[in-house]
């Protein structure tokens, strides 16, 4: 019960970590184009978080049952664990240097990374693909959940946030700057609230995933048979395969919770690299990357895939700054950024992967 309880906090440290590292992203825009003071976007933040982690657990059952086979290998706390230190591990090192890296990656690389390992090196233990015959976006597994919607949604936020702006820019093409400034002053509270929102229902899920992972694994177990009343809310029954993945209401309160404090604390770093280091913002620009960043997270947290934020707003905010013109955007860098995106599952996959080699070297698992 201990070790389980011990999974359960490094995972809402994880969901902190992600707060300062990821939350950043859905306010650094609205921060920079001086629209809302960095309290106020925090604030904002919270509030839209906890809102949108309430809603739906389609990217939740992906993370619990769609890229690992529990068939193969088991997923014990130890193992959890593992998992959890090798994603925070790489949100510290990116974080101290600013680069806004995806968390969710970080998250799913170090699951595969411990997957593998624990399963004494049998690669059948993650689930590459497993095609739909119906459409691509229903395939399970690492190929169609997580890399074709890695490079995809950034594609996506780019030509978007691009169409976005240069459709603004030709319409607006004879109104004065001041008067624009002004109405998307506030339009950009709107899409910020929305960019927030739309962080929650697809960032706070994979936290999620992983305390369900740990809950189903030992009421499987039967470590939940004889609890006393107060922690009968720990008892987590596994879905039948064709069910949809039911959260408990306290688990989505505290990972948003959780997430909306790390965002007080340490976002400032991320929230200037995007904002203020790549391209020079005002607030049609930032309302123009919101919009389309959060379009494309509605559309993936829709389809149940758990895309990168931290991606998909870089992209948006690139696309916006080439509408203007190309050497708006400060390559160097972007150049920075997309070798922390190239880096981010391997290094996290290899870190969790060693740490699990190192327990059963030493005893701990099997």
Request: hydrophobic content about 55%.
């Amino acid at each position: 019960m201990t070790l389980i309880l011990t999974v359960i906090v490094i995972a809402l440290m994880f969901e902190y970590i992600n707060g300062f590292h990821d939350t950043a992203n859905s306010i650094a825009t609205v921060v920079s184009t001086k629209v809302l003071t960095p309290r106020q976007a925090v604030m904002l933040a919270a509030c839209t978080n906890l809102v949108g982690a309430m809603w739906g657990t389609k990217v939740a059952d992906t993370i619990t049952r769609g890229l690992v086979d529990s068939n193969i290998v088991t997923l014990s706390s130890e193992i959890l664990v593992c998992t959890l230190i090798g994603a925070i591990a790489w949100n510290l090192l990116t974080w101290w240097f600013g680069l806004p890296s995806s968390s969710s990656h970080a998250l799913i690389g170090a699951l595969c990374g411990a997957a593998l390992a624990a399963s004494h090196n049998d690669w059948r233990a993650i689930i590459w693909s497993q095609p739909n015959s119906e459409h691509w976006y229903k395939g399970a597994g690492l190929l169609w959940k997580v890399i074709v919607p890695m490079f995809l949604s950034p594609v996506l936020g780019f030509v978007l946030g691009f169409a976005i702006m240069a459709a603004l820019y030709y319409g607006l093409r004879n109104q004065r700057p001041m008067r624009v400034n002004a109405f998307f002053g506030k339009a950009q509270m709107v899409s910020a609230g929305a960019m927030g929102f739309m962080h929650g229902t697809n960032d706070a899920q994979k936290t999620m995933g992983i305390i369900a992972l740990v809950l189903l694994g030992a009421t499987k177990a039967g470590t939940f048979d004889h609890l006393p009343p107060m922690l009968s809310f720990l008892y987590t029954p596994a879905p039948a395969a064709d069910a949809k993945l039911t959260i408990a209401t306290w688990i989505k309160i505290a990972c948003a919770l959780t997430m909306a404090s790390g965002t007080a604390v340490g976002g400032w770093r991320i929230i200037k690299t995007l904002g203020h280091k790549m391209v020079k913002l005002h607030p049609i620009n930032g309302f123009a990357a919101e919009a389309s960043s959060a379009t494309v997270i509605a559309i993936a947290s829709w389809l149940g895939i758990p895309v990168s934020t931290t991606h998909n707003i870089s992209a948006s905010i690139m696309g916006v700054g080439c509408a203007k013109r190309f050497n708006a955007i400060k390559w160097t860098v972007v150049e920075r950024m997309v070798w922390a995106w190239i880096f981010t599952i391997p290094v996290s996959g290899g870190i969790a992967y060693c740490l699990v080699k190192l327990m059963q070297t030493i005893g701990w698992v099997a």
